[in-house]
C-alpha cells in the first residue's frame, strides 16, 4: 500500500486548505481510514476519522473547523480545513484507523503564519 499525500502549504490565520490522500490498493474500500499530524516537537496526533460507510470522527481541537471525506471509487481521502489557526501547524499524514506502521507516507505541510 502506498499513500501519497498532498494539498499543504501556507496560510493565513483563518485561512482554508483542503488536503488528499491517494491510496494505492483497495485499502479505502475495505477500512476504516483517518487523517494524523505531527506538529514540531510533538508526538503525531490523531485529526479525523472516517468509516467504509461514512461516519466520522474528530479530535475535539479540530471538530467543527474540519471536515473529513472519502471517495471509495478513486481511493481518494480529503480533509478540508476552514478556519486555520497557527497551533494547526503540522505535517498531515492519512493512515488506516487505527494506523498500519507501514503505511505512513512523506505526509503534508501545513503552516498557518501571518
Known amino acids: 500500500v502506498q499513500l501519497v499525500e498532498s494539498g499543504g502549504g501556507l496560510v493565513q490565520p483563518g485561512g482554508s486548505l483542503r488536503l488528499s490522500c491517494a491510496a494505492s490498493?483497495?485499502?479505502?474500500?475495505?477500512?476504516?481510514v483517518a487523517w494524523y499530524r505531527q506538529a514540531p516537537g510533538k508526538e503525531r496526533e490523531f485529526v479525523a476519522g472516517?468509516?467504509?460507510?461514512?461516519?466520522?470522527n474528530y479530535a475535539d481541537s479540530v471538530r467543527g473547523r474540519f471536515t473529513i471525506s472519502r471517495d471509495n471509487a478513486k481511493n481518494t481521502l480529503y480533509l478540508e480545513m476552514n478556519s486555520l489557526k497557527p497551533e494547526d501547524t503540522a505535517v498531515y499524514y492519512c493512515?488506516?484507523?487505527?494506523?498500519?506502521?507501514?503505511?505512513w507516507g512523506q505526509g503534508t505541510l501545513v503552516t498557518v503564519s501571518s
Open positions: 472516517i468509516s467504509r460507510f461514512g461516519s466520522t
Open positions: 490498493g483497495g485499502i479505502f474500500s475495505a477500512n476504516r
Open positions: 493512515n488506516a484507523w487505527p494506523p498500519k506502521r507501514d503505511y
